[in-house]
C-alpha cells in the first residue's frame, strides 16, 4: 500500500530534488543557499498550519522567530 509512494520518493522525486538542488546551489552564492536551507522548515510549519490547520503552540513560534531572526542577522550582515 504504501510501496507507490515509497517507490516515488526514492525513484524519481528524491533524485530530481537532489539534482536540481545541487546545481542551484552551483550558480549562487553560498550564503543565499544556506538561507534557502534554514528557511524551509520554518515556511514547512507555516504551509502546514495554514492549510492543514496544525496547531503552532509557543516552541514553534519561538523556533521559528529564532530562525527569521538569524537570517535578518545574516541578510544585514550581507550588505554591509
Same mark, same amino acid.
Given at each position: ?8 520518493? %526514492?525513484?524519481? #522525486? ?10 542551484? #546551489?552551483?550558480?549562487?552564492? /553560498?550564503?543565499?543557499?544556506?538561507l534557502g536551507y534554514l528557511l524551509t522548515p520554518v515556511?514547512?510549519? #507555516? ?5 492543514? $490547520?496544525? #496547531?503552532? %503552540?509557543?516552541?514553534?513560534? /519561538? %523556533?521559528?522567530?529564532?530562525?527569521? /531572526? $538569524?537570517? %535578518?542577522? /545574516?541578510?544585514?550582515a550581507g550588505r554591509r
Amino acid at each position: 500500500r504504501a510501496l507507490l509512494p515509497l517507490a516515488y520518493l %526514492g525513484l524519481l #522525486a528524491g533524485p530530481i530534488i537532489t539534482w536540481s538542488s545541487t546545481s542551484v #546551489a552551483r550558480l549562487i552564492p /553560498a550564503v543565499a543557499v544556506s538561507l534557502g536551507y534554514l528557511l524551509t522548515p520554518v515556511l514547512g510549519v #507555516a504551509v502546514s498550519a495554514l492549510f492543514l $490547520g496544525e #496547531a503552532l %503552540g509557543w516552541d514553534l513560534l /519561538a %523556533g521559528g522567530a529564532l530562525v527569521l /531572526a $538569524g537570517a %535578518g542577522v /545574516a541578510i544585514a550582515a550581507g550588505r554591509r
